[in-house]
T-cell receptor, first 114, second 110 residues
Framework: EPEVTQTPSHQVTQMGQEVILRCVPI?????FYWYRQILGQKVEFLVS????????KSEIFDDQFSVERPDGSNFTLKIRSTKLEDSAMYFC????????????FGPGTRLTVT | AQRVTQPEKLLSVFKGAPVELKCNYS??????LFWYVQYSRQRLQLLLR??SRESIKGFTADLNKGETSFHLKKPFAQEEDSAMYYC????????????FGAGTRLFVKA
């Protein structure tokens, strides 16, 4: 069964550094998402992406964040200048785009900003 | 406001006992409701969706629009049901993002 994959599984970076989190959604899916989960808190929506553009972004998704689908298979989340409060688990998800709204999640990338 | 409320952070039951994980939602419209589960060291995965009215692993959930609830139930809990359970809905904006509750950790004791 196809799965969403994410790399790396754990990323440690220093405050102020740029990080790129990578995701490979399921191949025939059309909608892509990033969520994050700060330790002990709920899973929060960051951004949705469809047809090579952002459909919606949350208040969290400020100018430090960007997403890209550079090659038709990868879906990346870039944080330009990381802050301590960006430390969280980041989940990528995708869905088919048909009348089925459940999403398929990747295993997550744990980002630790020191 | 779009919100999912799961009032219990932790629910501990004995094996064979009934389980009910509570979920209430706030949404202006008819949401698509889901329960996602996350077993230890595994990814979030769909457990069930309200539109299909199915039973997965013995779990069922009934949508009560009057009470805006979507409680998850299982008549006889098993140890392998121990996991984190998230109630969620797909919001009809921005490509149907998923709004999650805070989750309930279910612990089934032997």
């Amino acid at each position: 069964e196809p799965e969403v994959t994410q790399t790396p599984s754990h990323q440690v970076t220093q405050m102020g550094q740029e990080v790129i989190l990578r995701c490979v959604p399921i191949s025939n899916h059309l909608y892509f998402y990033w969520y994050r989960q700060i330790l002990g808190q709920k899973v929060e929506f960051l951004v949705s992406f469809y047809n090579n553009e952002i459909s919606e972004k949350s208040e969290i998704f400020d100018d430090q964040f960007s997403v890209e689908r550079p090659d038709g298979s990868n879906f990346t989340l870039k944080i330009r200048s990381t802050k301590l409060e960006d430390s969280a688990m980041y989940f990528c998800a995708s869905r088919t785009g048909r009348q089925l709204y459940e999403q398929y999640f990747g295993p997550g990338t744990r980002l630790t900003v020191t | 406001a779009q919100r999912v409320t799961q009032p219990e952070k932790l629910l501990s039951v004995f094996k064979g006992a009934p389980v009910e994980l509570k979920c209430n939602y706030s949404y202006s419209g008819s949401p698509e409701l889901f329960w996602y589960v996350q077993y230890s060291r595994q990814r979030l995965q769909l457990l069930l969706r309200h539109i299909s009215r199915e039973s997965i692993k013995g779990f069922t959930a009934d949508l009560n629009k009057g009470e805006t609830s979507f409680h998850l139930k299982k008549p006889f809990a098993q140890e392998e049901d121990s996991a984190m359970y998230y109630c969620a809905f797909a919001a009809a904006t921005g490509g149907f993002k998923t709004i999650f509750g805070a989750g309930t950790r279910l612990f089934v004791k032997a």
